[in-house]
């Protein structure tokens, strides 16, 4: 492993809540105190809802992946797949965990898809708003559900739990139950 990466062990545990819950300025504060104390580390926001310091609304996790709902919806049912690994630039990423990535996303797309009878499942890779490789899988119906500026802002518990459950539920219909959190 690089020096510029690290790896966040452990699943987490925390009530489905979302960061929307923490406030963003609290967020802020906690990822400046671990880079101030883990100068090497990135603490990016996605390590922290992943060890359970930040609270996330989980759907998948195994020993190298999770997916979790965004706090920012482009479309109801819009999930990150993260790697447990802290890579900045999905192009650092070492071949098998970019495969194993991929087929995660693949696999949540397809229970996001049908949770949501979209014609389609939005997969897009942005990588500017947290220095932690992240793929974004959402239900898309046109091109206007790819526009980040559109993105919802303050999405209701309501929708988020809604989305969470529904997606779940799909994972489990497609024999991935080993796989979806409690």
Known sequence: MSDDTTVVSGPSTRSPNTVASVGVPAVTEVADRLRSAYPRAMASVFSMIISGELPGRFVWQDDDVVSFLTINPLTEGHVLVVPRQEVDHWESVDDELWAKINGVARIVGK????????????????????????????????????????????????????????IRDELRALGYADNVPA
Not at 140 to 158: G, I, R, V, Y
């Open 111 to 166: 229970a996001v898809r049908a949770a949501y009878d979209a014609p389609r499942t939005g997969l897009v890779i942005a990588g500017l708003e947290v220095p932690h490789l992240h793929l974004h899988v959402f239900p898309a119906s046109s091109l206007d559900d790819f526009d980040f500026a559109t993105a919802e802002k303050d999405p209701s518990a309501e929708s988020l739990d809604r989305a969470q459950n529904k």
